[in-house]
């Protein structure tokens, strides 16, 4: 059978990206900026990335022979992409649910979208932000509200010292500041 007759599994319709499932029963908080940056990108797909790329699809199955046609072949694989994350961003706006962090401005309690300075056993100190699943990057010191460190975090207030449950064992930590951005 022709591989043009071979449906794709269902794992790949649900392909979430590398971004971590939502708790079951729990939320999709996001900030605002969040938001708006996954609607822009959203936006980016549908009016920009997927034309172009339907484009160069229709011009490549105007050429005749598809069978053979690296265009046509990886402009589909592309299109499958593209349609596999408009459909992902869809749901994900869908369930998101807006906190704006602002509204705790001033607080030194820690709630969702806190910027937190906390000092470990050893004496050294991290900052990080408390995000949504899908805004969080490790890589600028953003956690998502699920995670280990962010549960330990939220509820606490600055000079409350908490136990985190870490890979490297049980270590106590300590709230230093509490941050959250002003409202614009």
């Known amino acids: 059978m022709s591989k043009a007759f071979t449906k794709e599994s269902e794992s790949d ?3 979430d990206f590398g971004l971590p499932a939502l708790p079951t029963g729990g939320k999709n908080y996001i900030t605002p900026v969040g938001y ?6 959203l936006l980016d797909l549908i009016d920009n990335e997927r034309p172009k790329v339907v484009e160069v699809v229709h011009w490549a199955a105007s050429n005749g022979d598809r069978s053979e046609n690296g265009d046509y072949i990886y402009g589909k694989r592309r299109l499958r992409e593209i349609d596999r994350r408009i459909r992902f961003l869809t749901k994900r706006l869908e369930i998101a649910e807006i906190s704006e962090p602002s ?4 607080s030194d309690q820690v709630f969702f979208g806190a910027t937190v300075t906390y000092e470990e056993e050893s004496g050294l100190q991290r900052t990080v932000t408390i995000l949504g699943i899908d805004e969080a990057d490790n890589l ?15 509820r606490t207030q600055v000079g409350d010292v ?23």
């Open 13 to 15: 319709e649900d392909e």
């Open 36 to 41: 708006a940056r996954i609607r822009a990108e």
């Open 103 to 106: 509204v705790h401005f001033g």
């Open 140 to 154: 600028r010191q953003q956690v998502t509200w699920v995670s280990p460190i962010a549960r330990a975090l939220l």
């Open 162 to 184: 908490v136990r985190l449950n870490s890979p490297s064992g049980i270590q106590d930590i300590e709230i230093i500041r509490v941050v959250y951005p002003q409202s614009a």
